[in-house]
């Protein structure tokens, strides 16, 4: 099974460096979503997750009016390929105990964000989750 058949988000919000966290959050709360990939200049130069919003800024006692998602993004972007398997996925997301990520053509033109629930929700790869799981929360 690959990842583009079973990803749920493929219509992605995204952010500019410069865009207040406030705004970010915002985002997060009327999508339902805990992801939103920064970009700039057509290119994905990070990714903030709604933990990183509490630990970076609210934390931090820092303003989020004022803090930028350039302030709290995680400047490392893994992500994976809509046409790899979803074993390869479940290892990735173990490896990097991430429960989510953006997934990518291979024009590296992104195309949605597939999490660890997007797996949980398909049939036939259930012994994937609870190893998956487990990994990542560890």
Same mark, same amino acid.
Do not use: W
């Given at each position: 099974?690959?990842?583009?058949?079973?990803?749920?988000? /493929?219509?992605?919000?995204?952010?500019?460096?410069?865009?207040?966290?406030?705004?970010? *959050?915002?985002?997060? /709360?009327?999508?339902?979503?805990?992801?939103?990939?920064?970009?700039? &200049?057509? /290119?994905?130069?990070?990714?903030?997750? &709604?933990?990183?919003?509490? %630990?970076?800024?609210?934390?931090?006692? #820092?303003?989020?009016? /004022?803090?930028?998602? #350039? $302030?709290?993004?995680? $400047?490392?972007?893994?992500?994976?390929?809509? &046409?790899?398997?979803?074993?390869?996925? *479940?290892?990735? @997301?173990? &490896?990097? #105990?991430?429960?989510?990520?953006?997934?990518?053509?291979?024009?590296?033109?992104?195309?949605?964000?597939?999490? @660890?629930? $997007? %797996? *949980?929700?398909?049939?036939?790869? !259930?012994?994937?989750?609870?190893?998956? %799981? !487990?990994?990542?929360?560890?």
């Amino acid at each position: 099974m690959l990842i583009r058949d079973i990803m749920h988000k /493929k219509e992605v919000q995204l952010v500019e460096p410069k865009t207040p966290i406030q705004e970010v *959050a915002q985002l997060m /709360k009327d999508g339902e979503f805990g992801i939103v990939p920064v970009q700039e &200049d057509d /290119k994905m130069v990070g990714m903030i997750t &709604d933990r990183d919003i509490v %630990l970076r800024c609210v934390a931090e006692g #820092k303003n989020p009016e /004022k803090c930028m998602a #350039k $302030d709290v993004m995680t $400047d490392e972007v893994l992500y994976c390929y809509d &046409d790899q398997d979803v074993e390869e996925l *479940a290892q990735s @997301l173990s &490896d990097n #105990k991430v429960r989510r990520m953006p997934v990518v053509n291979r024009d590296k033109r992104l195309v949605g964000i597939i999490s @660890l629930s $997007d %797996l *949980a929700r398909q049939s036939g790869v !259930s012994h994937l989750v609870g190893r998956t %799981l !487990s990994h990542v929360s560890q």
